[in-house]
């Protein structure tokens, strides 16, 4: 499953970004749809994940500032970042995965199949 990120780019704290993905392939693919970011020197962090139901995580630093939505009819996922911090910067990746991954879905872990490339999130202080 294709997965293609856009968005991203540079910020000052406070500030807001939207980040967008679409996922090519069947519904069975993209089951579950997130967002994994990884700052350099850091180990990889959930961000958010939706399932295809509509049941979303979120992890606790990001909770009430960011929002996490998806268009199943296009496979597009949309997350709105609020109230940016500095400790946000990070590449954020947009993953995707068939029904077996639905513990990482649930608990934002990194087990999915489909990854994009990566897009650049900045914020400064």
């Known amino acids: 499953v294709p997965v293609v990120e856009s968005g991203g780019g540079s910020v000052q704290s406070g500030g807001s970004l939207r980040l967008s993905c679409v996922a090519s392939?069947?519904?069975?693919?993209?089951?579950?749809m997130g967002w994994i970011r990884q700052a350099p020197g850091k180990e990889r962090e959930g961000v958010a994940a939706?399932?295809?139901?509509?049941?979303?995580n979120y992890a606790n630093s990001v909770k009430g500032r960011f929002t996490l939505s998806r268009d199943n009819a296009k496979n597009t996922l949309l997350l709105e970042m609020n109230s940016l911090k500095p400790e946000d910067t990070a590449n954020y990746y947009c993953?995707?995965?068939?029904?077996?991954?639905?513990?990482?879905?649930?608990?934002?872990?990194?087990?999915?199949?489909?990854w994009g490339q990566g897009t650049q999130v900045t914020v400064s202080s």
């Open positions: 939706i399932a295809s139901d509509g049941t979303t």
């Open positions: 993953v995707s995965g068939p029904p077996w991954v639905g513990q990482s879905c649930a608990r934002l872990k990194s087990a999915f199949p489909y």
């Open positions: 392939g069947s519904p069975y693919g993209t089951y579950c």
